[in-house]
Nanobody, 122 residues
């Protein structure tokens, strides 16, 4: 089992920044990819960014150039630095972990955090 705990969400004005953290614990040695998803009210859960065990990163087009995913292996923590935030970035952000790569869609991830709310005001 893997436990994921997100933190760092909050309310920010458009153009501002936030950094989300996802602390992983448990049987994490076989995790091949970590991802951030987001879900706005009434909408599907969508991929924001992923980072593989090899350090490769992938981003949704909507966040390229504004968001950066990174990890600290010593702390078993994955981060999502979000800059130039827009109102359309408002959503609950979820951290996810997958044993396999590529992990196709939300179904490709084995574990999920509880989510953290990000609200961007205009």
């Amino acid at each position: 089992q893997v436990q994921l705990v997100e933190s760092g969400g909050g309310l920010v004005q458009a153009g501002g920044s936030l950094r989300l953290s996802c602390a992983a614990s448990g049987s994490i040695s076989n995790i091949n990819a970590m991802g951030w998803y987001r879900q706005a009210p009434g909408k599907q859960r969508l991929l924001v960014a992923t980072i593989t065990s090899a350090g490769s990163t992938f981003y949704a087009d909507s966040v390229k150039g504004r968001f950066t995913i990174s990890r600290d292996n010593a702390k078993n923590t994955v981060y999502l630095q979000m800059n130039s935030l827009k109102p359309e970035d408002t959503a609950v952000y979820y951290c996810a972990a997958s044993y396999t790569w590529p992990a196709v869609g939300p179904e490709g991830y084995n574990y999920w955090g509880q989510g953290t709310q990000v609200t961007v005001s205009s």
